[in-house]
């Protein structure tokens, strides 16, 4: 039987994930949106690529949750972008608002579901959504640290005009100012990049890393990123489906590996049909351990302020 896949906001992101799966026949895919027609519009657009390009997945769009139902894994892109005059704490609640409604249709229509959140910010929207939901931690994981190891790759691949294939990066943490790109584990064909770049450089790239996000909203000034992280989402989705057992850095819940606990985080994790098959421990230098810490005592602030929405 096709699997089912559901993504739950039709906007930039959940279209773009929608198009991918789609185009691989990976799934048949439901879109949900609140906007009334957004979801069946872009459903019935999708769907008609169909015979030009190739594919038979069935795309369908709905304001109605229910018709996620046997969904096997859902995607949350539902949420607001920040705009003008809006404080970071202020979409923190917003988001985790809406993320809390959206997991009460999730647990209602698809409660053997995994959740893979894509809405912002990321770690604390998948401790939210995992506490709303009572899923097991394996079955709720976010997407955003591949994102980022994604664009570490780009920004040394083109530094060193090499094919971006054979970048091995690393990134930690989390999906905000504090994330940890792993320098000590990234290579190029095996040869660790610290040979292969000066200090500078290397900074250069974590800095840009770090504000990856940050550089298209900058151009795109209405709208953030969704190629990457459509992509990212998209390649996450396959590695479930086809219970590939890959190592895939994302969030996932820390039950004292790297000696965090309670808490949604960036970490390397071995990604199957169940979900986040286990959390896999890198050796790391002292200066990235302190770093993991502060991300996370950032992250726990965070989660606490949606604690009693
Ligand atoms: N249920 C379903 N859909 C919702 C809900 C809800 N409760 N609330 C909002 N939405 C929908 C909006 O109607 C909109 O269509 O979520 C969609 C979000 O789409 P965009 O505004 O285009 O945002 P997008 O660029 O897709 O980003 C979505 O992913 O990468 C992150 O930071 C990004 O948090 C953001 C999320």
């Known amino acids: 039987m096709t699997p089912k896949v559901a993504i739950i906001g039709a906007g930039n992101v959940g279209a773009e ?12 895919v439901v879109l949900v949106d609140i906007i009334e027609g957004i979801p069946q519009g872009k459903a019935l657009d999708m769907l008609q690529a169909g015979p030009v390009v190739g ?11 229910s018709e996620i139902q046997d969904s096997q894994i859902v995607v949350v892109t539902a949420g607001l972008a920040r705009k003008p005059g809006m404080s970071r704490d202020d979409l923190l609640k917003k ?8 997991i009460e249709n999730i647990k209602k229509f698809a409660p053997e579901s995994i959740i893979l959140m894509v809405t912002n910010p990321l770690d604390t929207m998948t ?4 506490k709303a939901s009572g899923f097991p931690e394996k079955r ?12 570490m790759a780009t920004f040394i691949a083109l530094e060193l005009k090499v094919p971006v294939t054979s970048v091995s990066a690393m990134v930690l943490g989390t999906h905000g100012d504090l994330m940890i790109p792993v320098v000590s584990q990234t ?8 040979e292969l770049l000066s200090k500078e450089k290397i900074d250069q790239i974590v800095e840009r890393t770090r504000g990856g996000g940050a550089e298209i909203v900058s151009y795109l000034k209405t709208g953030s990123a969704y190629y990457a992280p459509s992509a990212c989402a998209a390649y996450m989705v396959e590695s479930m489906l ?29 990604i199957g049909k169940n979900g986040v098959e286990g959390i896999v421990e890198i050796a790391l230098t002292d200066k990235e351990k302190v770093a993991l810490e502060q991300s996370a005592t950032a992250i726990k602030e965070n989660n606490k302020k949606c604690e009693k929405l």
């Not at 994930?17 to 048949?28: N, S, T």
């Open 17 to 28: 994930v929608a198009r991918r799966l789609a185009e691989k026949e990976l799934a048949d």
């Open 55 to 65: 594919y038979n997945s069935q795309i369908h769009g709905t304001n109605d949750f």
């Open 95 to 102: 988001n985790a608002q809406i993320t809390k409604s959206v």
């Open 127 to 130: 401790y939210v959504a995992w």
């Open 140 to 151: 709720v994981l976010g997407m955003a640290p591949l994102l980022d190891l994604a664009r």
């Open 187 to 194: 290579a190029v064909s095996g040869k660790p990049i610290t």
């Open 242 to 270: 086809k219970d590939k057992q890959e190592i895939i850095v994302a969030s996932v819940f820390a039950d004292g590996e790297y000696g965090l606990k309670d808490l949604y985080i960036g970490l390397p994790a071995k």
